[in-house]
């Protein structure tokens, strides 16, 4: 008998795709996407397309292991649930009772963004809070650009992606949009049908700014004065909106004050792009309605770059373009999703003190005695990976890892607890690109004795014996939790057809009521920005790379086509598509250097090195490197990948990481 079973891409990627799962004889056999969803119409991507294979892939951990080697070696046994729990539970009460609760460290990660079983809804909370456990700062991705978001408009929370279909001007912002979340295209390419003019502006020409009508290579971390040399350009044109200016914003006189400090002659030289070519994108912006910008991660992964989202943000407030669907800024749709979370920090014994998530190297001390491991791996994510490494083999740290797949983290753990993968569990998404609720329904038993998140906590906590009744939730009741927060939709329906439109208009368009600002306005003036000790007026900030030697490099790392951070990177045919790990660099920075094509070269720098094939090419701009990220360390020549080289340092706001933000040599190797 054939089934079709709803379900729903996990993976940290804007658009959280609707899938259907073909199972037979209790095994699945199929997995694409769902024709019926409105957003992702059927198409997943060439990563997620291998997802079954992936749930079926030899090296998959089904059993509890412990480690028998020394720490970093990877050498395991497989031992029972019981025996995990107990020496767990052995180990979880004697660090508390000398330590104290603090002495733990939940480190969660974005392996899974679902409201039950993953990051987005704090899974496993709960039981931590019981234990007094250390707070954990998931700032890892994206916090620079929503503090920074927040100070302009009051949220994160921009346009539905969806209205660009409607828009005459797109702007793709430090995005690469058909590598890191590709369903959007549909939507852009519907604007252009209907004559819209698209601008890609990435120190890179990715794929996306191939197909771009044009592509301003920028210098990496100079968004803001770009941000700011274009809102010149509407002022000399007159197009500001001035009713929207007086009605809908806060501080316009201070704000047109630091405009003018940017004129396009200024701007070229920050940005290292033409003047001429500012000049010409400022007056289609100033005379183009509506216009939207698309601006995500890739710009606020920098010292600058929560400024830089910033002062971004403000540009719809000059050009009035909120009032129109397709008008306004996109960076995610997460903060409209209201789904209820409660993660019950009322159960903690005693206010505990919070640790960084980008801070691994630094905060691993000696006052961290449990470091646990679920749903990330920071051995190839984190920055600065030398010294994380270091931190991991201390023999006092106890260190639990919950996987699906034996990363370079895995390697250092003590205790590994086998996961369940998508298929196997239950949850409920939001995409962070879209206006959706997805159900997931489990599809297949899970393998071996995989467990999914929620019911690893449940077991953990029945055998430490704790009795707060709320820990032992089922995952249909934390559902409806969830669901309380969208009183429009219910859980019987939303299972039944596996997604459902949050309830807002169609179209959609953010603001009309006001800004969720402490004036109620769009505000170019920030009273709590002031109050962080940041700039009162939203303005550029350079990058750390502004200051780097004349004779380095640049250093960004964005997205790789194949892998989703390092999820995929041990799949045999994603990896043999990927080839060996590359650094491009332009034909100048090539020449200078003695660097031929195809040759083995070291990228080095203060923090680490890595080996790497160059690739010499004009697709970055002079001065600039570029390396994916996401290679797993033991399947990289070299054993290091790109976060060996990303110095653990914080961005202006949220202490996010400036993973697009180092400077490197690169000579032959
Ligand atoms: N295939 C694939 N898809 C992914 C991911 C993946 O690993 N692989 N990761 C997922 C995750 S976790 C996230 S957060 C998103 C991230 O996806 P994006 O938001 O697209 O972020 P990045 O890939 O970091 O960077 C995007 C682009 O910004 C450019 N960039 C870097 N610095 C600057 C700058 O200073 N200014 C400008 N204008 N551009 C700059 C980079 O060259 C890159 O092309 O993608 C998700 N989707
Ligand atoms: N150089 C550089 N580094 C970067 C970035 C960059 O732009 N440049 N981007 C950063 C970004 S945007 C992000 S979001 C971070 C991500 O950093 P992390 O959160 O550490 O994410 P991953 O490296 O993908 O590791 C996730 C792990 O979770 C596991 N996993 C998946 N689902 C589950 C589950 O349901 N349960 C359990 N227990 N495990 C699961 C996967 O097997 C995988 O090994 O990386 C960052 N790293
Ligand atoms: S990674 Fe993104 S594009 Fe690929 S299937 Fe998942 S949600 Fe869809
Ligand atoms: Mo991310």
Redesign the pocket.
Known sequence: MELRVLGACPL???DTCSWVVTVKDGEAVGLRGNRDHPYTRGAL?V?VNRYLEHTKAADRILYPLKRVGPKGAGEFVRISWDEALDTIAGRLTSIIDEFGGEAIWPYQG?GTLGYIQGETGEAGRRFWNVLGASRHDLNI??RAGNVGLRYTNGTPAGMDPETMARSRLILL????TL???HHLWKFVQDARADGAYVVA????R?RTAEQADEHLP?R????GALALGLLHVVLEEGAEDRDYLAEHTLGWAEFREEILKYPPSRVAELTGLPEADIRALGVRLAHTRPTAIRA????Q??RGGGAAMRVIACIPGVTGDWRYPGGGTAYSTSAHVPLAVNPRYDLLPRPVRTLTMTRLADQLDESVKCLWVYAANPMGSTPDQNRIRERLLREDLFTVVMEQFPTDTVDYADIVLPATMQIEHTDLHAGYGHMYLMWNEPAVPPPGECLSTTETFRRLARHLGLTEPSLYDSDLDLAEQLLAGTPTINLDQLRKDGWARLDVADPFVPFTEGFPTPSGKLEFVSAPAEADGLPRVATYVP?RTAARPSTRLTL?T????????TIFANNPELLRRSKDPVVLVHPIDAAARGLTSGTLARVVNATGEVTANIEISDKVRPGVA?MA??RWLKLTPGGANVNALVEEADADMGRGAT??DNWVEITPA
């Open positions: 940290d990627c804007p991507c990563k974005t991705c994206s912002w430090g995005t690469n590598t890191s979340g502006i990435d120190p890179i990715t920028i990496p971390g100079t968004d995500t991660m890739g710009i992964r920098h990058s960004i964005p997205a790789s086509h194949t892998f989703l951070n570029a990220k996401g993973y697009h």
